[in-house]
C-alpha cells in the first residue's frame, strides 16, 4: 500500500488539533480505523488523546512533577511524552486508514517530544499498512519538517480541508 502523508497546517492557536479530533470524532468516516496521537485543547488544558481508544492523558506536567520537557513557556510531562511515543510505536505496526502525529514542533525538530518514533515511523512508511499519515504541523515550520523528514511530496491541507483527504 502507497502511504499518502499529509501535513495538516496553520497558524499557533488556530485550532488545528480540536478540528482535527472533532473531524474523526463526529464525522461519518464509516469503518475508517484510525490510530496515532491527537492532542487538542479541551476544558483549557492540553491532553494526548489515543485517536484508536480515545485515552485521554495530560499533556503538561503536575506542579509536583520532577521528570519534565520545558521549552518556551510550556512545561510538559516526560511520562506523557513517553506514553504518547508509546502508543505511536505499538499503533503503527497495526493496519489503519488514518494514523495521526500531532504535533510535529519544535520539540520534535531539536530531537525531542515525540522524536525519535516520528522518524522511525516515517522510516518504514512504506513497510506498514497506513492509507494516510496527518503530521499536524504549525504554519511556520512546514519546511523546516520536510526537509527535517526528508518528506517527499506531502500534501498541504488547511483545518478547513479535512474532508478532502
Known amino acids: 500500500m502507497k502511504t499518502e502523508i499529509v ?3 496553520g497558524p499557533v492557536h488556530s485550532g488545528k488539533s480540536t478540528t482535527l479530533y472533532e473531524w474523526f470524532v463526529f464525522q461519518k468516516l464509516g469503518n475508517k480505523v484510525i490510530r496515532g496521537i491527537v492532542n487538542p485543547e479541551l476544558n483549557g488544558r492540553k491532553r ?5 481508544t480515545k485515552e485521554q492523558f495530560e499533556m503538561l506536567a503536575d506542579e509536583n512533577e520532577a521528570d ?7 512545561t510538559f510531562s516526560a511520562k506523557s511524552f513517553e506514553k504518547a511515543r508509546e502508543t505511536l510505536f505499538q499503533q503503527s505496526a497495526l493496519a489503519s486508514d488514518y494514523f495521526i502525529v500531532d504535533e510535529i514542533g519544535k520539540l520534535e525538530l531539536l530531537g525531542g517530544g515525540l522524536e525519535p518514533e516520528v522518524s522511525r515511523l516515517l522510516s518504514r512508511i512504506d513497510d506498514l499498512n497506513i492509507g494516510t499519515v496527518i503530521l499536524v504541523v504549525r504554519d511556520f515550520l512546514v519546511d523546516e ?3 527535517y523528514f526528508n518528506l517527499r511530496s506531502p500534501k498541504i491541507v488547511t483545518q478547513f480541508q ?3 483527504i
Do not use: D, H, R
Request: proline share 0%; charged share 15%.
Open 162 to 164: 479535512l474532508n478532502e
Open 48 to 52: 494526548f488523546i489515543n485517536a484508536f
Open 68 to 74: 519534565v520537557i520545558e521549552i518556551g513557556k510550556f
Open 145 to 147: 519538517v520536510i526537509a
Open 7 to 9: 501535513i495538516l497546517t
